[in-house]
């Protein structure tokens, strides 16, 4: 975990228990950590009121002032969920009596669907990168795993050896909160894999010991960054110029439902752990159906 010596203490200790006890992960806990201190300084700015003794009228004037200056009603209701997180906490360790944050409602919401690329759209970024190139057959082996198993970015760059049982055709997953999935390769990946385990990943590492299943020249695993630079890379190729960083894994939940697949079944190779937030696939495969017929039917 990072360094957070120079938060307040309050905030320090809700961070480190949301670390412990909750096991989010960190790019989760930063956004919390942005969140607090952001609404601390704003605090800081318009008063000396800090952010232990605010009141409620104190977090309706803040969340105001977000969306006046921009901040989607999405990432406001985000910052809203942190600070009662935040307070509660507080309360529970005794050290506040009332939670300002009672009876504020959330900013209105609308639920967005995710963009998905078609089946089409897939194979052809399955096919941009130049396999005569090392690096570009782990990208096509990522890419192949990425769609075969539906994994979040951060898993498939942490992914590591001992996660694979290529004899089984499964893959063991370590998702948001360590909480643990088998989710099932299919032919077609494993076959990739087979490959770049023979030949690429030993001509990538040059004699390396790295336990990481897809690894830098250095041997160490691919940043989130770099992973979407070089898949938008190959988008770029094939005209899939707006290529989300959750692009193919929303593809291959639609594609999966498009197919006739259980939304419980989904829900588990997904890794979610509400099966509501599953069910915003349901809504894009129903849209892309309503799409097919107004397009193909004679009477759509």
């Not at 989607?72 to 209701?77: H, Q």
């Not at 001992?162 to 076959?191: T, W």
Request: proline share 3%; hydrophobic share 35%; net charge positive.
């Amino acid at each position: 975990m990072r360094d957070r010596g120079n938060l307040s203490h309050d905030i320090k200790i809700y961070l480190d228990s949301l670390w412990l006890e909750r096991g989010l992960t960190e790019n989760t806990i930063t956004s919390y950590q942005i969140d607090l201190l952001s609404f601390a300084e704003w605090l800081d700015d318009r008063s000396d009121t800090g952010i232990i003794s605010a009141k409620r009228s104190d977090i309706l004037a803040y969340l105001g002032h977000r969306l006046e200056n921009g901040s989607s009603p999405r990432s406001s209701a985000r910052c809203l969920s942190c600070l009662r997180g935040f307070y509660k906490f507080l309360l529970r360790s005794g050290n506040l009596e009332i939670d300002p944050t009672v009876d504020i409602d959330s900013p209105k919401v609308g639920r967005s669907l995710p963009t998905v690329i078609s089946e089409e759209q897939v194979e052809k970024l399955l096919s941009a990168p130049n396999l005569d190139n090392i690096l570009h057959f782990r990208d096509r082996t990522m890419l192949e795993l990425l769609y075969a198993c539906g994994l979040r970015v951060s898993e498939l760059i942490n992914l590591e050896l001992s996660q694979i049982n290529m004899n089984q055709g499964v893959v063991r997953i370590f998702g948001k909160g360590d909480k643990e999935r088998l989710v099932p390769i299919g032919e077609v990946a494993l076959d990739w894999l087979c490959r770049y385990f023979k030949r690429s990943r030993q001509e990538i590492i040059q004699g390396r010991q790295s336990d990481i299943a897809f690894p830098t020249r250095s041997g160490n695993k691919m940043t989130r960054q770099a992973f979407w630079h070089r898949i938008k890379l190959h988008g770029k190729k094939v005209g899939l110029n707006r290529l989300s960083p959750h692009g193919v894994r929303h593809a291959f939940a639609t594609h999966l439902l498009n197919h006739g697949a259980d939304l419980r079944v989904l829900q588990m190779l997904l890794g979610h752990s509400d099966l509501t937030t599953t069910q915003i696939y349901t809504h894009v495969a129903k849209q892309r159906l309503q799409e097919l017929h107004a397009r193909h039917h004679p009477r759509g």
